[in-house]
């Protein structure tokens, strides 16, 4: 849990272009619903900021993927069972 507390204040600290293009900064909207939605994830998932102004926290277990991608208004889930060749996404508030 250290090491995501430690990844999200450096999100805090991206400026403008900070992804070689012209991404902006992660807004503070986002960055407080990814802290909310850390709380309950397991420390093995990897997180990421994105060009998006989202911040994404995924996790690859055997054939299974899932990510959480936390933008101001929504979250978006994305899952993949390569087992069985089946995926799933869904939004929420």
Do not use: H
């Not at 939605?37 to 996790?59: V, Y």
Request: include cysteine; charged fraction near 35%; glycine fraction near 6%.
């Amino acid at each position: 849990m250290l090491l995501i507390k430690v990844k999200m204040n450096r999100f805090k600290n991206l400026k403008k272009g900070w992804d070689g293009y012209n991404a902006e900064p992660i807004s503070d909207v986002v960055i407080n619903r990814s802290e909310k939605l850390k709380r309950i994830l397991s420390d093995k998932f990897q997180i990421f900021p994105t060009g998006r102004n989202s911040i994404q926290f995924e996790l690859t277990d055997g054939d299974y993927y899932i990510e959480f991608e936390v933008f101001e208004d929504k979250t978006v889930i994305f899952e993949i069972d390569s087992s069985t060749k089946s995926g799933r996404r869904w939004e929420c508030l």
